[in-house]
Nanobody, 123 residues
Framework: VQLQASGGGLVQAGGSLRLSCAASGRWFVNYGMGWFRQAPGKEREFVAAISWNGESTYYTDSVEGRFTISRDNAKNTVYLLMNSLKPEDTATYYC?????????????????WGQGTLVTVSS
Protein backbone atom coordinates (compact mmCIF):
# COMPACT_ATOMS: atom_id res chain seq x y z
CA VAL A 1 0.00 0.00 0.00
CA GLN A 2 1.71 3.16 -1.14
CA LEU A 3 1.42 6.51 -2.87
CA GLN A 4 3.88 7.77 -5.45
CA ALA A 5 3.93 11.52 -6.13
CA SER A 6 5.53 13.04 -9.21
CA GLY A 7 5.50 16.13 -11.39
CA GLY A 8 7.42 18.61 -9.31
CA GLY A 9 10.15 20.80 -10.74
CA LEU A 10 11.45 24.30 -11.27
CA VAL A 11 9.10 26.83 -12.84
CA GLN A 12 9.02 30.59 -13.21
CA ALA A 13 6.45 32.69 -11.41
CA GLY A 14 3.20 32.69 -13.34
CA GLY A 15 3.86 29.25 -14.76
CA SER A 16 2.05 25.96 -14.26
CA LEU A 17 2.75 22.44 -13.09
CA ARG A 18 0.62 19.36 -12.70
CA LEU A 19 1.38 16.99 -9.87
CA SER A 20 0.29 13.37 -9.96
CA CYS A 21 -0.07 10.85 -7.18
CA ALA A 22 -0.49 7.21 -8.12
CA ALA A 23 -1.91 4.75 -5.62
CA SER A 24 -0.80 1.17 -5.51
CA GLY A 25 -4.21 -0.49 -5.49
CA ARG A 26 -7.95 -0.37 -5.90
CA TRP A 27 -8.41 0.74 -2.30
CA PHE A 28 -7.93 4.20 -3.84
CA VAL A 29 -11.55 4.46 -5.00
CA ASN A 30 -12.85 4.27 -1.43
CA TYR A 31 -10.86 7.15 0.03
CA GLY A 32 -10.77 10.89 0.00
CA MET A 33 -7.36 12.25 -0.96
CA GLY A 34 -5.42 15.37 -0.11
CA TRP A 35 -2.41 17.42 -1.05
CA PHE A 36 -0.26 19.11 1.57
CA ARG A 37 2.94 21.10 1.29
CA GLN A 38 5.85 21.90 3.51
CA ALA A 39 8.32 24.70 2.97
CA PRO A 40 11.72 24.67 4.70
CA GLY A 41 11.38 25.64 8.33
CA LYS A 42 7.59 25.62 8.22
CA GLU A 43 4.81 23.31 9.30
CA ARG A 44 3.12 21.03 6.82
CA GLU A 45 0.00 22.78 5.56
CA PHE A 46 -3.18 21.73 3.81
CA VAL A 47 -3.44 22.65 0.14
CA ALA A 48 -6.39 20.79 -1.39
CA ALA A 49 -8.53 17.70 -0.96
CA ILE A 50 -11.10 15.73 -2.89
CA SER A 51 -13.78 13.27 -1.83
CA TRP A 52 -13.68 9.63 -2.87
CA ASN A 53 -16.03 10.22 -5.83
CA GLY A 54 -14.64 13.60 -6.84
CA GLU A 55 -17.86 15.42 -6.11
CA SER A 56 -16.46 17.57 -3.32
CA THR A 57 -13.25 19.56 -3.38
CA TYR A 58 -11.61 21.78 -0.78
CA TYR A 59 -8.85 24.36 -1.01
CA THR A 60 -6.87 26.54 1.29
CA ASP A 61 -7.54 30.22 0.65
CA SER A 62 -4.11 30.98 -0.77
CA VAL A 63 -4.54 28.58 -3.72
CA GLU A 64 -8.28 28.94 -4.36
CA GLY A 65 -8.80 29.86 -8.01
CA ARG A 66 -5.24 28.91 -8.99
CA PHE A 67 -5.04 25.21 -8.12
CA THR A 68 -7.39 22.43 -9.14
CA ILE A 69 -7.51 19.00 -7.57
CA SER A 70 -8.99 16.12 -9.52
CA ARG A 71 -8.91 12.35 -9.59
CA ASP A 72 -9.21 9.48 -12.02
CA ASN A 73 -10.44 6.43 -10.14
CA ALA A 74 -9.89 4.21 -13.17
CA LYS A 75 -6.18 5.05 -12.96
CA ASN A 76 -5.95 5.18 -9.14
CA THR A 77 -4.48 8.66 -9.47
CA VAL A 78 -5.10 12.08 -7.96
CA TYR A 79 -3.84 15.26 -9.59
CA LEU A 80 -3.06 18.81 -8.56
CA LEU A 81 -3.00 21.32 -11.40
CA MET A 82 -1.21 24.46 -10.26
CA ASN A 83 -1.56 27.62 -12.30
CA SER A 84 -0.29 31.17 -11.75
CA LEU A 85 2.41 29.86 -9.48
CA LYS A 86 4.05 32.23 -7.03
CA PRO A 87 7.40 32.02 -5.25
CA GLU A 88 5.53 31.43 -2.00
CA ASP A 89 4.18 28.18 -3.46
CA THR A 90 7.70 26.76 -3.26
CA ALA A 91 7.59 23.65 -1.08
CA THR A 92 7.67 19.90 -1.08
CA TYR A 93 4.20 18.66 -1.96
CA TYR A 94 2.78 15.50 -0.45
CA CYS A 95 -0.27 13.50 -1.38
CA UNK A 96 -2.09 11.61 1.33
CA UNK A 97 -4.98 9.26 1.90
CA UNK A 98 -7.69 10.47 4.20
CA UNK A 99 -8.83 8.31 7.07
CA UNK A 100 -12.35 8.27 8.46
CA UNK A 101 -13.84 11.47 9.84
CA UNK A 102 -15.35 14.66 8.56
CA UNK A 103 -12.52 17.13 8.29
CA UNK A 104 -10.19 17.24 5.31
CA UNK A 105 -7.95 20.03 6.55
CA UNK A 106 -5.83 18.48 9.27
CA UNK A 107 -2.85 16.27 8.44
CA UNK A 108 -3.74 14.14 11.45
CA UNK A 109 -6.76 12.90 9.49
CA UNK A 110 -4.57 11.25 6.87
CA UNK A 111 -3.07 7.82 7.40
CA UNK A 112 -0.95 7.17 4.32
CA TRP A 113 1.55 9.59 2.77
CA GLY A 114 3.51 9.72 -0.44
CA GLN A 115 7.19 10.58 -0.52
CA GLY A 116 6.81 14.19 -1.65
CA THR A 117 7.74 16.04 -4.80
CA LEU A 118 9.60 19.35 -4.77
CA VAL A 119 8.12 22.43 -6.44
CA THR A 120 10.35 25.46 -6.82
CA VAL A 121 8.95 28.71 -8.18
CA SER A 122 11.48 31.33 -9.19
CA SER A 123 10.68 35.03 -9.24
Amino acid sequence: VQLQASGGGLVQAGGSLRLSCAASGRWFVNYGMGWFRQAPGKEREFVAAISWNGESTYYTDSVEGRFTISRDNAKNTVYLLMNSLKPEDTATYYCARKSAGATYFSPTRYNLWGQGTLVTVSS
